[in-house]
């Protein structure tokens, strides 16, 4: 069966730092480019992080600019975010996403993280709170 998974989430308080880890099952990682997006409570799903399927580029939301960084590691099919300097404002339930469409990694590598990528996982939630 192919599918995404998600996990690290939690609960840390402000300042602290996490690792979310996305597996992907049923895929040739290397095919297909990746995101994290996520959702916070009342609000639109937002990308956060994209990554080119030959991992070449990647692009942030200015809002966690120098604090995330996305990985991915293809011979064990996942993908990574990692997170440092937690907000208040980064609690969300955090979603991987993958596309295999050239103009996806077009997009990511100019900046823009496609919200419509093929393929979800089912999130994991972190809260940031003191």
């Known amino acids: 069966q192919s599918q995404l998974v998600e996990s690290g989430g939690g609960l840390v308080q402000p300042g602290e730092s996490l690792r979310l880890s996305c597996v992907v099952s049923?895929?040739?990682?290397?095919?297909?480019?990746m995101g994290w997006f996520r959702q916070a409570p009342g609000k639109e799903r937002e990308g956060v992080a994209c990554?080119?399927?030959?991992?070449?580029?990647?692009n942030y939301a200015d809002s966690v600019k120098g604090r995330f960084t996305i990985s991915r590691d293809n011979a064990k099919n996942m993908v990574y975010l990692q997170m440092n300097n937690l907000k208040p404002e980064d609690t969300g339930v955090y979603y991987c996403?993958?596309?295999?469409?050239?103009?996806?990694?077009?997009?990511?590598?100019?900046?823009?993280?496609?919200?419509?990528?093929?393929?979800w996982g089912k999130g994991t939630l972190v809260t940031v709170s003191s």
């Open positions: 996403a993958m596309d295999s469409r050239v103009a996806v990694q077009d997009m990511c590598v100019e900046g823009q993280i496609y919200s419509g990528m093929e393929f």
């Open positions: 990554i080119t399927s030959s991992g070449g580029s990647t």
């Open positions: 049923g895929f040739t990682l290397n095919y297909y480019n």
